[in-house]
């Protein structure tokens, strides 16, 4: 059983791991890789909403990342990583057809989202 110190290590190197395999690869490789993810183990006390804070507060100040598929991208993975069954989607706009987003879910829950995800035609959710 993993420990929360260990939790949060593991956390803060895989969001570091991801970081560069994002910046390193195009769409489909990274695409990839999050679909062939498999989970290291089942963490039982871990709060999907708090990593996901930790994961953007870690790239807010580490990498200064404000796009939200890079953002999306390494929690979903991180959060799958750990047993937890999350959905990275991904949408563009019905009204401004130069406008897309990417988040993540939940048990069907957008966590941490402001923005009115209605707003946005699904093209791909795993």
């Given amino acids: ?67 939200c598929f890079h953002r999306s991208f390494i929690t979903a993975s991180v959060l799958k990583t750990l047993g937890i069954k999350v959905n990275l989607v991904i949408g563009v706009s019905c009204i401004n057809s130069f406008k897309s987003h990417a988040w993540i879910e939940v048990n069907g829950i957008p966590i941490l989202e402001n923005d009115s995800l209605s707003n946005f035609e699904i093209i791909y959710k795993a």
Avoid at 31 to 56: E, H, V
């Fill in 1 to 67: 059983m993993k420990t929360r110190a260990e939790l949060v290590l593991i956390i803060f190197l895989k969001t570091i791991y991801l970081h560069i395999f994002f910046k390193l690869n195009k769409f489909n490789c990274i695409i990839n890789k999050y679909t062939n993810l498999i989970s290291i183990t089942k963490i039982t006390f871990a709060n999907p909403f708090k990593i996901t804070k930790f994961i953007r507060l870690i790239l807010k100040f580490l990498f200064l990342s404000k796009n």
